[in-house]
């Protein structure tokens, strides 16, 4: 436990020390910002005529309301209405008017309605003037059309990481398409998740052998429908399914090719954040984009552990420790690479993942357990702070403040960001039951397992979606326990079902 807690220190000192604050030194205000009262994306194609457009993510959290929002957007961040309101200092001035301003240099903002209402709608917002036409492109959503809260300010002001635009003469037509593609986006997240973990019950009954490459082609399907979002959500969901069929059906048994297959896994993941950074943000499995936006989310981050670990442990069998540690650095980099959208959270949970790895495929006894964490605290933040040395704003250090003395805010908001939604979603502890009791049973005997069952309990303390964690820990369960549930229940059923009944006495 001391050295789970060393990691998570460790990514706070680096999260306190990395920091660039955009609005350090003094700005002017060089936009106006005015709110439409009323204002709602069926305006874009007038906006659009006046200057560059997007679609406005009000607030991080399960809802939001116009005070929420506006609290956000004068302090330049993206507020969790989970949270305390901020007492952050204000930074912009807004007015209100009752028509859309056409002369620039202005902001024109829409709001949510003063009532709390839930935060699953965009609202418009245009940039015009200063050469400002098209569509708006965030550094910190990096998907196109799409802008942050915290947006505001920056642009306001013209900090660092201030909007930009890119030519589109249908800006507003873009806009609507990319409002069709978050709706489905957000909606399949959920069903998919449990598609895929149903799935592979079955799977690991029947055909344990087929379970890792089902869940690596899981894994690559989701990738592809991200890359190109097309479809409703029943095609997408059902597309997924598919695939995980095939991949337990068709894909590869033989060591040395299912290892390139769960390597190959997050490499393409890895490239496909570097040249389309938006990809998975339209995936079916992918950030909830309302404080996420691109990136390995954490349910991701719980799926991508199984071909992390298996292909750790495979390629090690066969080439020895370098290939080890170049998986458990190629992992790192996809889940926690700060250009690729950093998961602080992740970077600990890939940690404790291979630092327990390779303490039971060296065969070393337990006492080494706390030395490998250690060990792998300090490789954990070493890496990070030479990369956020060079690194644009990540979601990490845009959450995080203040270095090690911010330990204890992150600690108290555990509650309102993570276990407080638990009660909501009290039903989620039933996949996380599982995975413990087949993860545990699992681990006495495979070194993957034992890395995973860890390695979900650090993600347990140290992110803030527990419910879908455990949806996606179950799954990543089954791809690695290795036929244990096929032995101990199937077998033993079916040869109860299909043993020869006993003869009668004559």
């Known amino acids: ?146 802008v942050s809260m915290a947006d505001v300010a920056r642009t306001a002001l013209q900090t660092p990481h201030a909007l930009t635009w890119r030519r589109d003469d249908g800006a507003a037509v873009s806009s609507y398409r990319l409002e069709s593609q978050i709706e489905v986006a957000r909606t399949t997240t959920m069903p998919t998740s449990v598609l895929v973990l149903s799935l592979l019950v079955f799977i690991a009954l029947l055909i344990p052998i087929g379970a890792p490459a089902a869940v690596g082609f899981a894994l690559i399907a989701n990738l592809a429908l991200g890359t190109y979002p097309t479809g409703d959500t029943a095609s997408r969901v059902a597309l997924v399914g598919a695939c995980t069929v095939a991949g337990a059906l068709l894909g590869p048994r033989r060591r040395l090719p299912l290892a390139l297959l769960m390597v190959g896994t997050l490499v393409a993941y890895g490239v496909m954040m570097i040249v389309q950074p938006w990809s998975l943000a339209l995936a079916p ?26 292909g750790a442990k495979l390629l090690m069998e066969r080439w020895g420790w370098p290939a080890f540690l170049a998986v458990g650095a190629l992992s790192l980099a996809v889940i926690a690479e700060n250009r690729l959208g950093s998961d602080g959270g992740g970077a600990i949970v890939i940690g404790v993942a291979f630092a327990l790895l390779a303490v039971r495929m060296a065969r070393w006894p337990r006492r080494y357990v706390l030395p490998a964490l250690g060990a792998a605290a300090l490789v954990v933040l070493g890496l990070a702070n030479l990369d956020a040395a060079s690194s644009s704003p990540d979601h990490l250090r845009g959450a995080l403040q203040g270095g090690v003395t911010g330990i204890a805010n992150v600690a108290a908001n555990r509650v309102p960001l993570a276990y407080d939604r638990m009660l909501h979603q009290w039903w989620l502890v039933i996949p996380g039951f599982f995975a413990l009791v087949i993860g545990v049973a699992a681990a006495r005997m495979r070194p993957a397992a034992f890395a995973l069952v860890a390695a979900l309990a650090a993600s347990l303390l140290v992110n803030d979606s527990p419910g879908p964690v455990m949806i996606a820990g179950l799954t990543a369960v089954f791809a690695v326990e290795d036929g244990l549930l096929h032995r101990t229940l199937t077998v033993p059923v079916l040869r109860r079902v299909l043993a020869p009944a006993p003869a009668l006495e004559q």
């Open 1 to 146: 436990m001391k050295a789970v807690l060393a990691l998570c220190a460790a990514a706070l000192i680096f999260a306190g020390t990395a920091t660039a604050d955009d609005f350090a030194g003094h700005h002017t205000q060089t936009f106006r910002v005015v709110v439409v009262p009323g204002l709602t994306i069926g305006d874009l194609p007038q906006l659009a005529s006046e200057g560059a457009v997007g679609l406005l993510v009000p607030n991080a959290g399960p809802r939001t309301s116009q005070g929420d929002a506006f609290a956000g957007m004068v302090r330049g961040i993206l507020y969790n209405t989970r949270l305390a309101r901020p007492r952050d200092r204000v930074l912009i001035h807004v007015h209100q008017s009752l028509s859309i301003p056409t002369t620039g240099p202005v902001i024109v903002v829409g709001l949510p309605p003063a009532s709390s209402a839930p935060n699953n709608r965009r609202y418009p917002i245009a940039v015009i003037g200063h050469g400002y036409h098209g569509l708006l492109v965030s550094s910190l959503t990096r998907l196109p059309g799409l």
């Open 285 to 310: 499995i992918g950030p909830e984009l309302t404080s996420r936006f691109f990136g390995i989310s954490n349910v991701l981050e719980t799926l991508l552990l199984a071909p992390a670990l298996i």
